[in-house]
């Protein structure tokens, strides 16, 4: 349990400094100051802002990549089309690119409804999408 721990605590900071390097220096992150449960480290936070222009760019090649899915599924089902290595490669291509979507929409901020304020505290991000 004690190697567990020390394992969880290095993925985390490991995490955070992918972040903070990934992130911060390029404008995709906010710090999220005066917000309840938000956790600053070195200035930085992980949690991305719901209005990135990146994250629009991210959600738009993530409509191609459904149009292009909802088109060649019912293709290669019906004609037994898609067994060459460049149409596996790009399912394989999408597929990583939708796993990652997932892990990522669990570090982006929202909006709430009811009052309308951007939360960024990665903990109810996570109660949200949960």
């Known amino acids: 349990q004690h190697k567990v721990g020390r394992l969880c605590k ?11 390097f990934c992130c911060c220096h390029r ?6 100051q005066g917000q309840k449960g938000a956790r600053r480290r070195c200035g930085c936070s992980i949690v991305i802002h719901p209005d990135n222009n990146m ?10 990549f459904a149009i292009y899915l ?18 596996r490669g ?4 999408i597929d990583v690119y939708f796993m990652c979507d997932v892990v990522l929409n669990m570090i982006t901020g929202f909006k709430d409804v009811e009052s309308g304020e ?7 991000i996570i109660r949200e999408y949960a």
């Open 10 to 20: 290095r993925l985390r900071n490991s995490l955070h400094c992918l972040a903070v």
């Open 27 to 32: 404008g995709l992150v906010t710090l999220g």
């Open 55 to 64: 994250l629009l760019l991210w959600k738009l090649v993530g409509a191609c």
């Open 70 to 87: 909802a088109f060649s599924i019912p293709y290669c089902l019906a004609f037994d089309a898609c067994r060459s290595s460049i149409a």
């Open 90 to 93: 790009i399912d394989d291509t």
């Open 118 to 124: 951007t939360i960024m505290s990665l903990p109810y």
